[in-house]
Each structure stands twice: as C-alpha cells, then as structure tokens.
C-alpha cells in the first residue's frame, strides 16, 4: 500500500508539473562502493568558459551507517529486500545575470540568486531487479543569506576577474523545504564494458518543483551498483552521458521565494520554458578507495529571453 501510494505521487508530480538539476551525487554512475564515504563536489562556469546563469555550486556529502538514526529518514519510503545508505550533504549554488558587473537591475536576464541547504538522503539499491530508489529531503535558505555575494565577489578579486555589483538585486530571503525521489532500472548491461539505464526523479518543494526523465549510459571499464558484490572490482575508468527532459512546475532562482514576494526583480511565470533539455557527460577514475570525476552539462534556454548555457565540475571522493 505504502508503495503504491509513492508511485501515485511521483505520478502526479509528472502531469502536474515537470528545475533543472544542478548538484546530482544520487544517480548510479557516481556511487561510491561503501557504506563509508565523503565527497566534495565544486562546478563553476569556468569550466565551460562562461560566467552567467549557474555560475557556481558545491557541496560536501557525507554517508555513514550512523545516519540510519537520523529523524529525517521517517520521510523515506525503504523499498523491501534493498540495501539502504543513509548519508548527509551541504550544498550551495548560485545565479548570476551576463552582465554582473553592473549594478542595475539587468531586465530580460536572469536575477541574481543564492540558496543553501542542508539535505538528507537515502540510497536504496536492489542487484536482483537491477533498480535503484533515491529519496531527500532539504531545508535551507535561498536570499542574501546564503552568502551568495560573499562567495562570489571573493572569488572574483581572488582571481583577478571583473567584480560582480549587482547582488543587492538577489531573490530575498525565503525558507527552503524540499522533497525529491528518484527511480533508476538498469536496461542492458555488457559485461564491465557498456550499461544503459533509465531513470525518473521528481522534486516537489518551495525552491525546485519539477520532474525528469531520461537515460543515462556508462562505457569503458566501468563500475555498475546493480551488480552483485562478488562482480566488482577495484580500478574502473569509465565515460558516461546522460541526456534528460526536465518539466518545469516552479523555480524560486527565477520566480523568487514562495513566500516572500518582495524580491527586486523576478522572472514572470508566463516567461518560464516549462520544458528543457539537459545533457550530463564525463569522465570517472574510481579505486576501491578514491573517485575522481570531471563532468560537463548543457541545458536549454529555462526562460523565454534566456539562451543555453553551460557550466563544468570535478568530484573528488573517498572511503572512510
């Protein structure tokens, strides 16, 4: 019964609404073989040569079998007969418009947008059905309060770059409380050279509403969690690419916070593309103790003035 009212969820969470995803630590082709692990996850712009639109965003994740007592994890439904892990992460991102270093408000771009959280996870894999149910749930800050400036403009005279000034016209303070939920099902697999997924999440929450669906795709010497234990080995250096159709309900880095409306300068519902295209591709170098990754995406325009934009990132993890 529990499961089926989940499925109904996710249903309605598909027809109803349909933001992109930025920080993505859940998904198959970035586990990590241990119920011990840290991670570090650092994208920026730089890494795709631009400086617009999401122009940064980190996070350190933490999973650890002591996290099985965390409160949170009553929200999760736990699919029979699957190993579970339970972890913890931080995460920060920001928005910028092209021209951040004027300090007028730029109409027809993006604001200027901040957000921190604090998420609770859980990671449910089942090698016999060759599945994997992700679930979190967030609660944090967007506005100035996510030292969305600080971070920016440090950075920026760190490295000698143009000095953003328009800050004061960021989305305004807002509480952040977000539910997510993912479905991954391995469709084909050819020996430790080649895999294809299919996957589903949805978000349902005051900063991001929306779902996806897509496939993602692993070769080289690759590692795959829908393999027994016995199955795995030490050194995997594999590619992947993962192209996605996002739906669109609600974004607060465009639209402003849910409950304050007294942002400076938002994005109209009306101006908001309701559907986007999303490509993810990289590079993984994984041992039994450490992960490295190099990742880039591309996404379509997300409002109607807006262009595609692109951003990078490196992941850097390993077993405790």
Not at 215 to 233: L, Q, R
Not at 237 to 263: E, H
Not at 284 to 289: A, D, G, H, M, S
Request: aromatic share 16%.
């Amino acid at each position: 019964m529990k499961s089926m009212l989940i499925i109904c969820v996710i249903s309605v969470v598909f027809l109803q609404y349909g933001s992109a995803q930025k920080i993505d630590n859940l998904v198959s082709f970035r586990d990590i073989e241990s119920r011990n692990y840290f991670r570090f996850n650092y994208d920026n712009d730089f890494f795709a040569s631009s400086d617009k639109n999401y122009t940064q965003g980190y996070s350190f994740e933490l999973v650890a079998p002591f996290f099985e007592n965390n409160p949170v994890n009553y929200l999760f439904y736990k699919p029979k007969e699957d190993t579970i892990r339970y972890g913890l992460a931080v995460e920060h991102i920001g928005y910028t418009p092209q021209q951040f270093q004027l300090p007028d408000i730029q109409f027809g771009d993006r604001p200027f947008a901040a957000a921190i959280t604090l998420k609770s996870f859980m990671i449910a894999s089942n090698v016999v059905k060759k599945s994997r149910f992700t679930s979190s749930f967030s609660l944090g800050l967007i506005g100035p309060g996510a030292f969305g400036k600080k971070m920016q403009v440090g950075i920026h005279k760190a490295t000698g770059n143009k000095i953003p000034l328009g800050w004061q016209n960021q989305i305004k303070n807002d509480i952040v409380i977000n539910y997510e939920v993912g479905y991954e099902k391995q469709l084909v697999r050819y020996r430790d050279l080649f895999s294809l997924q299919a996957t589903m999440a949805a978000k349902v929450g005051t900063l991001f509403t929306s779902g996806a669906i897509g496939v993602n795709t692993t070769f080289g010497v690759i590692h795959t969690p829908f393999a027994p234990t016995k199955e795995k080995k030490g050194f995997r250096m594999y590619g992947y690419a993962q192209p996605v159709l996002n739906v669109i309900g609600y974004d607060a880095t465009l639209q402003g916070g849910v409950f304050n409306r007294k942002s400076p300068y938002t994005i109209s519902s009306g101006n908001i593309e309701r559907f986007t295209g999303q490509l993810n591709y990289g590079i993984v170098l994984k041992t039994k103790t450490l992960y490295f990754e190099y990742t880039r995406s591309v996404i379509t325009k997300e409002f109607e003035e807006a262009d595609a934009y692109k951003w990078g990132g490196i992941k850097i993890g390993a077993t405790l």
